[in-house]
Structures are given as structure tokens and as C-alpha cells.
């Protein structure tokens, strides 16, 4: 079946430091994909939409400019965290929809990269 | 987007069928109705969808009310492996975004 990967799992960074999140569709390739936050003990909250060749569409009350999200390419979406901030330790996933090709509705989910600002 | 409302938590026990209710009185004609489940420290892995019909997979099954404003997600005979917290998500025809609630976080006693 479709698989989505991401990289790092896990990271853990200094206060004021940068981090990138790869979100890489492995047998598929993805036009858009979403990035998502989830606090501790809470649900996903979408965050951004990724679209190859063109700018991310936030959701509301989201920074784009602390928040950047790269589709460069149809297997591969970045979102770096700037000038990350202990508020901004969570868990971050990324899903992406197979689409037409693989003829499903379905979406596929990232395994999740834990980040953690010290 | 529409909202579904499911119950917070509910208890199994294994090898016993689960029945997983979700509400969705505000369904609009081309809502979809996904159901997608998320392990612990995993991401969301897609359970079942459906529109107006009952559907089946090999994980589970998906019985949609005839007025489409409730739907079940019933696993048929639950499995430690199944302890995860379950999504109902509704979905507009041609849309891709998902909008996650709250879900209902199956526990499955041995």
C-alpha cells in the first residue's frame, strides 16, 4: 500500500534554533499534502496545506512565517519551524491523499516527528 | 465543515465485537463519511469510508443510518491491537482536507 515517511522521528533543539520536518510520499506521487500538530492528550489540528509548484495555504491563526512549508517536488513537502520555542514542542505529522491514481478517497498518514524545544 | 460528535472514551474486551457510534445530524448530501483510527505515538491510519451504503473491509465495517446523520464503526471482534483512539470524519465530495474532532479512545481489556 501507499507509505509516507518522515524524518527526523524525533528531534529535540535549543530554544531559538531551526528545524526542518521531511514528508516524503514513497510509491506515489502527491500535488498536495497537509501538515498537522497534535499537543499532548489532544487531536490533530491541521495546519497547512502543501501544494507542489506554489505557496501553502494556512489555516487561520497559523504564522506562515514561522511555520515554512516547501513542496518542491511530488514526493517531498518541508516544513521547517523557526526560531522554535518551547510552545512549539509537539508532535507533527504530515499525510498526503494518493489521489486519482491509486483510485481511493483515502489519505495516508505520516508516522509523526516529535519535536522538542529545550 | 460539518461536525461529529462521539462518545470520549469506550471499554472492549477482546475478541468481543465493538460498536463505535458517531453522530452527524448537520450531513450534507456530499459528505463522505471517513472513519480513521490513530495508535499511540503514530500517525492516523484510514479505517473505512462510506456515502449512503453499508460498507466492509477486511478491518471492519461501516453501518450508515438511512437518514445519514449517524453512522457505527463495528469491529468485529476487537484485538489488543485495536486500542487506539478512533476518528469520524466527514468529508466533502472532492475535498481532500480532513478536520479531526475529539474521537473516541477504544480501550480493549484482555
Known amino acids: 500500500g501507499a507509505v509516507v515517511s518522515q524524518h527526523p522521528s524525533r528531534v529535540i533543539c535549543k530554544s531559538g534554533t531551526s528545524v526542518k520536518i521531511e514528508c516524503r510520499s514513497l510509491?506515489?506521487?502527491?500535488?498536495?499534502m497537509f501538515w498537522y500538530r497534535q499537543f499532548p492528550k489532544q487531536s490533530l489540528m491541521l495546519m497547512a496545506t502543501s501544494n507542489e509548484g506554489s505557496k501553502a495555504t494556512y489555516e487561520q491563526g497559523v504564522e506562515k512565517d514561522k511555520f515554512l512549508i516547501n513542496h518542491a517536488s511530488l514526493t517531498l513537502s518541508t516544513l521547517t519551524v523557526t526560531s522554535a520555542h518551547p510552545e512549539d514542542s509537539s508532535f507533527y505529522i504530515c499525510s498526503a491523499p494518493p489521489g486519482q491514481r491509486l483510485r481511493t478517497d483515502t489519505q495516508y498518514f505520516g508516522p509523526g516527528t516529535r519535536l522538542t524545544v529545550l | 465543515d460539518a461536525k461529529t460528535t462521539q462518545p470520549n472514551s469506550m471499554e472492549s474486551n477482546e475478541e468481543e465485537p465493538v460498536h463505535l457510534p458517531c453522530n452527524h445530524s448537520t450531513i450534507s448530501g456530499t459528505d463522505y463519511i471517513h472513519w480513521y483510527r490513530q495508535l499511540p505515538s503514530q500517525g492516523p491510519e484510514y479505517v473505512i469510508h462510506g456515502l449512503t451504503s453499508n460498507v466492509n473491509n477486511r478491518m471492519a465495517s461501516l453501518a450508515i443510518a438511512e437518514d445519514r446523520k449517524s453512522s457505527t464503526l463495528i469491529l468485529h471482534r476487537a484485538t489488543l491491537r485495536d486500542a487506539a483512539v478512533y476518528y469520524c470524519i466527514l468529508v466533502r465530495g472532492g475535498s481532500e482536507k480532513l478536520v479531526f474532532g475529539k474521537g473516541t479512545k477504544l480501550t480493549v481489556n484482555p
Open positions: 510509491d506515489f506521487q502527491a500535488t498536495t
